[in-house]
């Protein structure tokens, strides 16, 4: 998951710094934004998505420790589960300001 996340602020990073550091005042700049915005929206999805599974995760390792007359359980699965929520919300809002200048245009 960090190399993921380290290569889409890699990857949006560059396109963002493309866009404002491009002299042209050319409408067509702004439709570079599209990849990173679409990077953004599937990034966040697949983020909410694994926490969700996560949750489950979490939820049978607790079953299975209890199981097991095991004191105490992974917490693992939490911290994953953690992650993968700022991951989202993080992803998310990138997701939103890039569509804010995609609309207006703003340089």
């Known amino acids: 998951m960090i190399k993921l996340n380290l290569f889409y602020y890699a990857i949006t990073g560059s396109i963002l710094s493309f866009?404002?550091?491009?002299?042209?005042?050319?409408?067509?700049?702004?439709?570079?934004?599209?990849?990173?915005?679409?990077?953004?929206?599937?990034?966040?999805f697949i983020s909410f998505g694994g926490a969700r599974s996560a949750k489950v995760s979490q939820r049978e390792l607790r079953s299975l420790a209890s199981t097991l007359d095991f004191e105490s359980h992974s917490v693992v699965a939490n911290i994953l589960k953690?992650?993968?929520?700022?991951?989202?919300?993080?992803?998310?809002?990138?997701?939103?300001?890039?569509?804010?200048?995609f609309f207006t245009g703003v340089r």
């Open 82 to 101: 953690n992650i993968l929520y700022v991951s989202s919300v993080l992803t998310f809002i990138v997701a939103i300001a890039m569509m804010v200048l």
């Open 19 to 44: 866009y404002f550091a491009s002299a042209s005042d050319a409408q067509l700049f702004r439709y570079v934004l599209l990849f990173p915005i679409v990077m953004s929206l599937c990034f966040a």
